[in-house]
Nanobody, 126 residues
Framework: QVQLVESGGGLVQAGGSLRLSCVAS????????MGWFRQAPGKGREFVAA????????DYADGVKGRFTISRDNAENTVYLQMNSLKPEDTAIYHC???????????????????WGQGTQVTVSS
């Protein structure tokens, strides 16, 4: 199974930006649909964004559209989440997720994904 390691989280003021990275190892990265999810204290895991295995299709949660951008570099086995105009309600642990898939579809439910990273904390102060 693919292993995932996230980085790039931190503390930022409202209106600021962060870029999260997720490096995959162990399997052929370009075979995987990738997603970002987040979990705030006391809440369930929430879909943030997804990108198909060849990087031509993306999907976003309504609350992050226009502010967040997901991208991937299959040569570097990495998926990114560029987060701009951050808000305090974006505070959460952000996890990347992977699901092996032979099609070009997108996935957006956490039950669709088999592999998960440990997460990186993002804290946005007001």
């Amino acid at each position: 199974q693919v292993q995932l390691v996230e980085s790039g989280g931190g503390l930022v003021q409202a209106g600021g930006s962060l870029r999260l990275s997720c490096v995959a190892s162990g399997r052929t990265f370009s075979n995987y649909v990738m997603g970002w999810f987040r979990q705030a204290p006391g809440k369930g895991r929430e879909f943030v964004a997804a990108i198909n295995r060849i990087g031509v299709s993306t999907d976003y949660a309504d609350g992050v559209k226009g502010r967040f951008t997901i991208s991937r570099d299959n040569a570097e086995n990495t998926v990114y989440l560029q987060m701009n105009s951050l808000k305090p309600e974006d505070t959460a642990i952000y996890h990347c997720a992977a699901e092996e898939d032979g099609t070009e579809r997108l996935l957006k439910y956490y039950t669709d994904f088999d592999a998960w990273g440990q997460g990186t904390q993002v804290t946005v102060s007001s």
